[in-house]
């Protein structure tokens, strides 16, 4: 090696590919998990919605069933607030150029369609004194 040849600081090459790889690692992990803690929550949410609650609950009927419905629409509405933002926002200086307007048109409508049945489930069964049938 000659006197003119530079001796790059230890972890150069590393910061040239954009860090630490086990952050990244780490980052990609707890995303993961993070997608997968929103699948379950939203499946559970769902399949109680489902399920004859009234029959099977007691006394506690009433408050699980009014907490799935309002669990619902706060899940659908958020995810329709952080879709609109995404279209519109770049992260990290990034904003994907060729997204599917399609897709981006049924999702804003199966949220908008959760939030308004589940919505008005809650009025009628809630808010106002008239009997809705149950399971």
């Keep these: 090696m000659s006197a003119t040849t530079k001796t ?5 090459a590393l910061r040239a590919r954009g860090g ?7 980052a990609r992990v707890l995303g993961a998990l993070a997608l997968l ?3 379950v929550g939203a499946t559970l949410v769902g399949l109680g919605l489902l399920s004859p609650v009234e ?11 009014a907490l799935l419905s309002l669990a619902g629409i706060v899940q659908a ?4 607030v952080f879709l609109f933002i995404s279209e519109r926002t770049p992260l990290f200086g990034f904003m994907e150029p060729g ?6 048109l049924a999702a804003r409508i199966a949220e ?22 149950s399971w």
Excluded: E, K
Aim: charged letters at 15%; aromatic letters at 16%; proline letters at 9%.
């Design 8 to 12: 790059r600081p230890a972890g150069y």
């Design 20 to 26: 630490r790889p086990r952050l990244w690692l780490a």
């Design 99 to 104: 997204y599917d307007p399609g897709a981006i």
């Design 77 to 80: 509405a958020t995810a329709f």
């Design 112 to 133: 908008a369609a959760t939030v308004g049945f589940l919505g008005a489930f809650m009025w009628a069964r809630f808010l106002r004194p008239v009997p809705t049938s």
């Design 37 to 39: 803690l929103n699948f």
């Design 55 to 65: 029959h099977l609950l007691g006394r506690l009927r009433g408050a699980i069933l």
